[in-house]
């Protein structure tokens, strides 16, 4: 691992959830993608690993991007506007914002 995965895994700004953990592979130049790894066995994909993108981190830029799909990057959020499960941004309608 770089030393540019290890000092965004310290630096990180969420916590994972209970029965998770993150990880960090880089994805491009200077592109990381980041995991978010479930420690659960599940007996739909025998057992094997479970993990979904969590989202990506521009290191040139220090920016954070939401996921299209685990091989696209979306668009720019800001990490204080993020989950510990995801960095895609939820879309609610202004009657839906009423409610929260």
């Known amino acids: 691992m770089s030393n540019l995965q290890n000092k965004l895994e ?3 700004f969420h916590s994972p959830p209970n029965r998770y953990f993150y990880s960090f592979e880089e994805f491009k130049k200077n592109v990381i993608r980041i995991w978010l790894n ?6 739909y994909n025998g057992g094997k690993p479970t993990k979904t993108v969590w989202g ?7 920016e ?3 996921p299209i799909n685990s091989s696209k ?6 990490i204080k506007d993020t989950r510990d499960y995801t960095a895609m941004q939820i879309q609610q309608t202004p009657l ?3 409610f929260i």
Do not use: P, R
């Not at 479930?38 to 007996?43: E, M, R």
């Open 56 to 62: 990506f981190y521009n290191s040139k830029k220090n």
């Open 38 to 43: 479930n420690t659960q066995v599940f007996v």
């Open 96 to 98: 839906e914002k009423c």
């Open 73 to 78: 990057v979306g668009e720019k959020v800001d």
């Open 10 to 12: 310290f630096e990180f």
């Open 64 to 66: 954070y991007y939401s």
